[in-house]
T-cell receptor, first 115, second 120 residues
Framework: AQKVTQAQTEISVVEKEDVTLDCVYE???????LFWYKQPPSGELVFLIR??????QNEISGRYSWNFQKSTSSFNFTITASQVVDSAVYFC????????????FGQGTTLQVKP | GAVVSQHPSWVICKSGTSVKIECRSL??????MFWYRQFPKQSLMLMAT?????????EQGVEKDKFLINHASLTLSTLTVTSAHPEDSSFYIC????????????????FGPGTRLTVL
């Protein structure tokens, strides 16, 4: 069965601190995709990144970086020099192999960045 | 690019009435759209997969007669909550799957802003 676990329910940091959001997944598929989405208080999910199972390169986009480790089935997300606007719920998700495109979401991590 | 809209953004209705929610992909074609439900402080729960030109596929435990889904075109899917009751009050979110890779990442779901339904 496929599963995504975000063990951190809530994280609170002070502005400018670095913070890492953990994501661990389970799947029997050899081909799969991993995603991170941000859900600010407005409610809309914002796409952040998609990574396929064959690409283990880490990625950096501005203050955001992602560390994909197949050996530990983890896809962690780090925000460097956090800002108040980063406060949101962050979801990690896994998509099934095949053509369904279904997403399996983790429970989400609520990040609060205090000024 | 990759914009998905939902209408209405919020709706309040009386128990027993039906409510229709629209989901549109504005700048790409989506052969597949998904409908989710989200309770406060919880994750998204997939309700159904909507395929253009065919019947929707519902997740286990979701009543198909209660939540009617129509995917009439490559850019529009609708969810109708029939005979709504207070327990149907929730945040409903749709997503559209961009398989073409035309905009950004191939085979990525882009989400609408959500519809908050309150049934009195």
């Amino acid at each position: 069965a496929q599963k995504v676990t975000q063990a951190q329910t809530e994280i609170s940091v002070v502005e400018k601190e670095d913070v890492t959001l953990d994501c661990v997944y389970e799947t029997r598929d050899t081909t799969y995709y991993l995603f991170w989405y941000k859900q600010p208080p407005s409610g809309e999910l914002v796409f952040l990144i998609r990574r396929n199972s064959f690409d283990e390169q880490n990625e950096i986009s501005g203050r955001y970086s992602w560390n994909f480790q197949k050996s530990t089935s983890s896809f962690n997300f780090t925000i460097t020099a956090s800002q108040v606007v980063d406060s949101a719920v962050y979801f990690c998700a896994l998509s099934e192999a095949g053509n369904t495109g279904k997403l399996i979401f983790g429970q989400g991590t609520t990040l609060q960045v205090k000024p | 690019g990759a914009v998905v809209s939902q209408h209405p953004s919020w709706v309040i209705c009386k128990s027993g009435t039906s409510v229709k929610i629209e989901c549109r992909s504005l700048d790409f074609q989506a052969t597949t759209m998904f409908w989710y439900r989200q309770f406060p402080k919880q994750s998204l729960m997939l309700m159904a997969t909507s395929n253009e030109g065919s019947k929707a596929t519902y997740e286990q435990g979701v009543e198909k007669d209660k939540f009617l889904i129509n995917h009439a075109s490559l850019t529009l899917s609708t969810l109708t909550v029939t005979s709504a009751h207070p327990e149907d009050s929730s945040f409903y979110i749709c997503s559209a799957r961009d398989v073409s890779g035309f905009l950004t990442s191939t085979d990525t779901q882009y989400f609408g802003p959500g519809t908050r339904l309150t049934v009195l």
